[in-house]
T-cell receptor, first 112, second 112 residues
């Protein structure tokens, strides 16, 4: 079973626009992570936010975490064609135990 | 290059057969994870090892087994293969358990 669920499942935007995707999870967590996957390739870690943090930035990425709503959002600013990929949230710890489980992902298409 | 090496990259076999997938983690990483990715099931956590010991278990079938050796490389054994086992199998490693996983490029398994 998947702990996190991303929304939307797919997103299409123009280059230069911002892309926002959300992740909801079911049980308490220790941390939440976002990963990117280019078609058929291995996942790449983007950012990790701990349960006691509310917001984190890394370059053009901004992640928020609301533990009261059990949700997180990933914002990619000024998107580029190279940002075209699937984005996954993953949760670990808390009631989910030692398993790092991934959501179903959001497919992002950035049109040039 | 993530530093995680998976072999083979592609594997084509028949139903009922047994295969072994191999993973070499990044230098210094003690945790190794196995995931299965398919279109209908998404990215499913199979099993995690930490320094040779099983750390967490996901929805791994009884026909599947894994181990981590003293040199920290890991193998995933899949037996009595069925058509539904066709998927992309990823290995990942990390320094800290369940934080910032580095993924290999995967083994594409096709069961015919």
């Amino acid at each position: 079973s998947q702990q996190g669920e991303e929304d939307p499942q797919a997103l299409s935007i123009q280059e230069g626009e911002n892309a926002t995707m959300n992740c909801s999870y079911k049980t308490s967590i220790n941390n939440l992570q976002w990963y990117r996957q280019n078609s058929g390739r291995g996942l790449v870690h983007l950012i990790l936010i701990r349960s006691n943090e509310r917001e984190k930035h890394s370059g053009r990425l901004r992640v928020t975490l609301d533990t009261s709503k059990k949700s997180s959002s990933l914002l990619i600013t000024a998107s580029r064609a190279a940002d075209t990929a699937s984005y996954f949230c993953a949760t670990a710890g808390g009631a989910a135990g030692n398993k790092l489980t991934f959501g179903g992902g959001t497919r992002v298409l950035v049109k040039p | 290059d993530s530093g995680v090496t998976q072999t083979p990259k592609h594997l084509i076999t028949a139903t009922g057969q047994r295969v072994t997938l191999r993973c070499s983690p990044r230098s210094g990483d003690l945790s190794v994870y196995w995931y299965q990715q398919s279109l209908d099931q998404g990215l499913q956590f199979l099993i995690q090892y930490y320094n040779g010991e099983e750390r967490a278990k996901g929805n791994i079938l009884e026909r599947f087994s894994a181990q981590q050796f003293p040199d920290l490389h890991s193998e995933l054994n899949l037996s009595s293969l069925e058509l539904g086992d066709s998927a992309l199998y990823f290995c990942a490693s990390s320094r800290l358990s369940n934080e910032k996983l580095f993924f290999g490029s995967g083994t594409q398994l096709s069961v015919l």
